[in-house]
């Protein structure tokens, strides 16, 4: 199929159709409109529907029974709404709910801004809402990755029966660029015998649940849950390493950030300065193994994010304390520049200001 | 001996975990009755609260749903969005739908969601422990209105059934009561309307069942069923307030 330039909301939506999405229930918030939009004037040709909750929270209520029936479901929204949808995605963990929730985020904390930003690692990757629960979460940096990604989700949800969070900073929602829709290979994907459907009276009822009032039983639950997230350890980490051989500083970042830092790090090549950068795809599980190919070269690392450092945390754990650990970030909405990231590189290696 | 009496293949052979002389193994019975006599039972999803009723996924004998507090109307929308030739249901207490639960409710109605709705109003948080409601009576006691309910500060119980009648999509809004044979029979006929309401595919359909809570109330099975019929019946009145009109 040839390439299609769309705005990134947009191919996101398209992705999610394309990977037999049907049905969205979503509630209107800034930057992540054209998605909802995309899909209340795409879903009922196909068959499908589109519901435009009367809040996030009862969004993420109507996918969980939703996809309790066994559809490929899909909600988005931004940063705020994302806090109010919490309560619901921890339910589908619980549950064991495959679904598919795109986040394009904006500043905080509160009502915030409007403008991009990656302030919600936190909330993202430490399991938002209540409870033992992880899900997997997809940071794409182009919009290309971004349909890719969004379609590997719904297979990954199924797959483990989890969550999936595909998170966007604002950038990636609104800007335009050429993206194809590949076929992909799919996984082989076990049948959803415990979906709601009916009995039909041939079978015993299925039950969609997170209540386990037996704490023995609980705990073999979120035992059992634990096994899958590190299978999904194991499995599912994706990361990117851009010119890290012979850096002497390895820069961590994610997303619209990681395409300013790969600009920085150019840069400073022609100064004759060397940088890499160690680009996670999956913010969880965090590619943790990636931090044992950084070279004896390099003297420190630095976290890039448009946030006052939440990813740091995890670059530390990854770490395991053996270089100095260095941040650099914008907030608020504002996004960093490449000279400002590569003053950072020089004054941690003793030059620059 | 012949059988005279026998419980409804509607219900599963759990045992109710409900407290003596409380009427939601009643409402429950009603339900799978109706489920069986239209016989959709086999094609219906049930959606059990948080509350009192939060086990209903283990007595209704059909596939089932545990929602997160008040957001039953919104699983339920869910469910019926993906398959909408199955029957859908709601199964919620007074907490749930009356007051974590409005924005849910109200909208799903707004929207003439082709479920069902039963809501069963005690006037009373049952599950944890008696705390005061927004259906709760004036005067009425509660774990958290220990002098009982002032309207002063806590305003005038929720009625439900008035509100949600006044928006279009809820095509059949009906009250009812257990507490006597006479009204256990006419709230049958309700739940069995409400549901062909939803075959039909006419819009959203709920009946409001007044109910006991004995132990929450503080007094006998025999005088909550006197209690309701004195105080409850009052306040909220039965009848139906809206239904679908013949042909339409």
Not at chain 1, 96 to 109: A, H, Q, T, W, Y
Not at chain 1, 296 to 320: C, R
Not at chain 2, 97 to 110: D, P, Q
Request: proline share 6%; hydrophobic share 40%; charged share 20%.
């Amino acid at each position: 199929m040839a390439k299609v330039l769309m705005k990134g909301n947009e191919a996101i939506a398209a992705a999610a159709i394309k990977a037999g999405c049907k049905h969205f229930f979503g509630y209107p918030i800034t930057p992540q409109n054209e998605l909802p939009e995309f899909m209340s004037r795409e879903l009922p040709k196909i068959g499908g529907a589109f519901v435009q909750a009367e809040s996030e929270v009862a969004a993420i209520n109507m996918i969980y029974g939703a996809a309790g029936t066994g559809a490929r479901v899909m909600t988005s929204s931004s940063s705020p709404g994302m806090a109010l949808k919490q309560e619901g995605i921890s339910y589908c963990a619980g549950a064991e709910l495959p679904c598919v929730i795109v986040n394009i985020s904006r500043g905080g904390p509160g009502l915030g801004g409007i403008q991009p930003s990656q302030a919600d690692y936190f909330m993202t990757t430490r399991g938002g809402g209540n409870g033992d629960y992880r899900h997997p979460v997809y940071a794409p940096a182009t919009l290309q990755e971004a349909v890719d990604l969004t379609m590997e989700a719904f297979d990954v949800a199924d797959y483990y029966r989890t969550p999936v969070i595909v998170m966007g900073d604002g950038m990636i929602g609104q800007m335009m660029e050429p993206v194809e829709f590949k076929e992909t290979t799919r996984r082989d994907l076990p049948v959803k015998d415990w979906a709601t459907t009916g009995t039909e009276g041939k079978r015993k009822p299925n039950i969609i649940n997170s209540l386990a009032l037996d704490p023995a039983e609980l705990e073999k639950h979120n035992f059992k849950l634990d096994a899958r997230y590190k299978e999904m350890e194991e499995k599912e980490v994706r990361h990117e390493m851009y010119k890290v051989e012979g850096a002497e500083v390895v820069m961590v970042a994610y997303g619209t950030t990681a395409r300013i830092v790969k600009n920085a790090i150019d840069a400073l090549e022609k100064e004759g300065i060397r940088a890499g950068l160690i680009r996670p795809i999956t913010l969880w599980p965090f590619p943790m193994k990636a931090f044992k190919d950084i070279p004896e070269t390099a003297k420190a690392l630095l976290s890039v994010e448009m946030s006052t450092g939440q990813m740091i945390d995890d670059v530390k754990i990854a770490n395991e304390g053996k270089l100095p650990v260095h941040f650099f970030g914008r907030t608020g909405g504002m996004i960093p520049a490449p000279e400002e990231i590569m003053d950072k590189v020089k004054e941690i290696l003793g030059g620059g200001k | 001996m012949a059988v005279v009496f026998d419980k409804t293949e509607g219900l599963t052979d759990k045992q109710f975990h409900y407290c003596p002389g409380c009427t939601h193994g009643i409402i429950h019975r009603l339900v799978g009755e109706v489920l069986v006599e239209l016989g959709v039972l086999g094609k219906t999803i049930g959606v059990a609260p948080v509350g009192c009723s939060v086990l209903a996924y283990d007595y209704f004998n059909c596939d089932m749903h545990e929602a997160a507090h008040g957001r039953a109307p919104a699983v339920a929308t869910g469910i019926k969005r993906v398959l909408p030739d199955n029957v859908v249901f709601t199964y919620q207490g007074d907490g749930d739908l009356a007051s974590i639960g409005t924005a849910e409710i109200i909208h799903a109605a707004h929207r003439g969601e082709k479920i069902t709705t039963i809501f069963v109003n005690n006037a009373i948080y049952g599950m944890t422990g008696g705390q005061m409601a927004p259906t709760t009576l004036i005067g009425q006691k509660a774990t958290t209105a220990p002098l009982g309910r002032q309207v002063a500060t806590t305003g005038m119980p929720l009625k439900m059934s008035e509100m949600l009648a006044t928006i279009d999509g809820a095509v059949f809004v009906e009250r009812c009561t257990v507490h006597n044979v006479a009204g256990i029979r006419k709230t049958k006929k309700a739940i069995k309307k409400a549901f062909e309401v939803q075959l039909e595919g006419k819009g959203f359909g709920i009946v409001e069942v007044l109910s006991t809570c004995p132990t929450n109330w503080g007094i006998t099975p025999v005088e909550s069923l006197k209690w309701l019929e004195e105080n409850m019946i009052p306040y909220y009145p039965l009848g139906n307030f809206r239904t679908p009109e013949e042909g339409k």
